[in-house]
């Protein structure tokens, strides 16, 4: 079935610990986003990417970085968790970069981080 | 910049009543509009979108949403809702701004339907 799968499903890490969040889409989508999402808050853009080999920032960009090295995968690296970063992360993918283009998400992975 | 406002976090209904969830927007450039929603426990799905010509579009499942220009509005409404509607429903501006052309999120609508 074609979409956007994460892994993992959910992690508690240590705080100071590095931790990569995985994201791999079978659309063949040019754009792909990582987005966290905290009670009361929405869902907030970390980083995006509107097609291989580049990246952007988002929103809350910092102590987060990401890389696009082909279409398919987009992982996203927290290089030393603080517990701040405990959120539910959702990756998402969209044909193109134009602003109507649906996006589909992924399932997410809930991160706690003590 | 552009924003988004979800006047409702919570909105508790019974089944068959009708049901508003209200969003507001800022921009001052030309949006496009989208509700999406989150069951428990899942991603985020696609519900309706407006992109230009019928301010008025619908979903699969009854929703509707009216696209307001002149009160930047983009409300969704179900004139009976089920119990399976319960779910985060979440109103998203895009267009362009600085970061790329990704949404912008409202804080989310708690939709809770009981019998």
């Known amino acids: 079935i074609a979409g956007i799968t994460q892994a993992p499903t959910s992690q508690i890490l240590a705080a100071g610990r590095r931790m990569t969040l995985r994201c791999t889409q079978d659309?063949?989508?040019?754009?792909m986003y990582w987005y966290r999402q905290d009670l009361g808050l929405g869902l907030r853009l970390i980083h995006y990417s509107n097609t291989a080999g580049t990246t952007g920032k988002g929103e809350v960009p910092d102590g987060y970085s990401v890389s696009r090295a082909n279409t398919d995968d987009f992982p996203l690296t927290l290089a030393s968790a603080v517990p701040s970063q405990t959120s539910v992360y959702f990756c998402?993918?969209?044909?193109?970069?134009?602003?109507?283009?649906?996006?589909?998400f992924g399932p997410g992975t809930r991160l706690t981080v003590l | 910049a552009q924003s988004v406002t979800q006047l409702d976090s919570q909105v508790p209904v019974f089944e068959e009543a009708p049901v508003e969830l209200r969003c507001n927007y800022s921009?001052?450039?030309?949006?496009?509009l989208f509700w999406y929603v989150q069951y428990p426990n899942q991603g985020l799905q696609l519900l309706l979108k407006?992109?230009?010509?019928?301010?008025l579009v619908e979903s699969i499942n009854g929703f509707e949403a009216e696209f307001n220009k002149s009160q930047t509005s983009f409300h969704l409404r179900k004139p009976s809702v089920h119990i399976s509607d319960t779910a985060e429903y979440f109103c998203a501006v895009s267009g362009l701004h600085q970061a790329g052309t990704a949404l912008i999120f409202g804080k989310g609508t708690t939709l809770s339907v009981s019998s």
């Open positions: 921009s001052s450039v030309s949006v496009y």
């Open positions: 407006y992109l230009s010509g019928s301010t």
């Open positions: 659309m063949r989508h040019n754009a």
């Open positions: 998402a993918s969209s044909e193109g970069e134009g602003g109507w283009n649906e996006q589909f």
